[in-house]
T-cell receptor, first 112, second 114 residues
């Protein structure tokens, strides 16, 4: 089955700097890659996703890039703010009737 | 997201007890999922259901069972709880038809097995 790995497991950045979180996946048939954010004590919530037919997607300060050849995708957060501090999960699935496989999560800390 | 609710929110129980965690949704979604979250292990899938008549095992189903009583309700049972089942449990829903649709998580149930 699919295996999704996230690196690093923790990341600390200064407020205002950019943060990049990387994920790799194992199954080349995967074609959907969402990112979920989980604030402390809260539920995971989708923040952005990308499908395999595009290489990049942006939504205000966040963006996701996909490299299908290398089987990795990344979350980019610009101008980080303290409220960006959270656990971020990447995931992958192979489309219809396929479940999501999540990475183990990365804890992002934004230092004020 | 108040459309997906879980009960109880916290539960402390003893080894060997039977426990049921309940999930309800008003989103009208066909698909429902149960995950457990452990520190450093992320979200791992226990069971999932694509419709009322469909139940599938996830990657860590041993020691758990589920019941899909209706489109809106999906319950997770621990027949004989053990300490390593101490975790945060999340239910999630998804609109049917495509796995590319967003999963909406409930608030979670924190279970402690002594």
């Amino acid at each position: 089955g699919e295996n999704v790995e996230q690196h690093p497991s923790t990341l600390s950045v200064q407020e205002g700097d950019s943060a990049v979180i990387k994920c790799t996946y194992s199954d080349s048939a995967s074609n959907y890659f969402p990112w979920y954010k989980q604030e402390l004590g809260k539920r995971p919530q989708l923040i952005i996703d990308i499908r395999s037919n595009v290489g990049e997607k942006k939504d205000q300060r966040i963006a996701v890039t996909l490299n299908k050849t290398a089987k990795h995708f990344s979350l980019h957060i610009t101008e980080t703010q303290p409220e960006d501090s959270a656990v971020y999960f990447c995931a992958a699935s192979m489309g219809a009737n396929s479940k999501l496989t999540f990475g183990k999560g990365i804890t992002l800390s934004v230092r004020p | 997201d108040a459309d997906v609710t879980q009960t109880p929110r916290n539960r402390i129980t003893k080894t060997g007890k039977r426990i049921m965690l309940e999930c309800s949704q008003t989103k009208g979604h066909d698909r429902m999922y149960w995950y457990r979250q452990d520190p450093g292990l992320g979200l791992r899938l226990i069971y999932y259901s694509f419709d009322v008549k469909d139940i599938n095992k996830g990657e860590i189903s041993d020691g758990y069972s589920v019941s899909r009583q209706a489109q809106a309700k999906f319950s997770l049972s621990l027949e004989s709880a053990i300490p390593n089942q101490t975790a945060l449990y999340f239910c999630a829903t998804q609109e049917g038809g495509r796995a590319t649709d967003t999963q909406y998580f409930g608030p979670g149930t924190r279970l402690t097995v002594l």
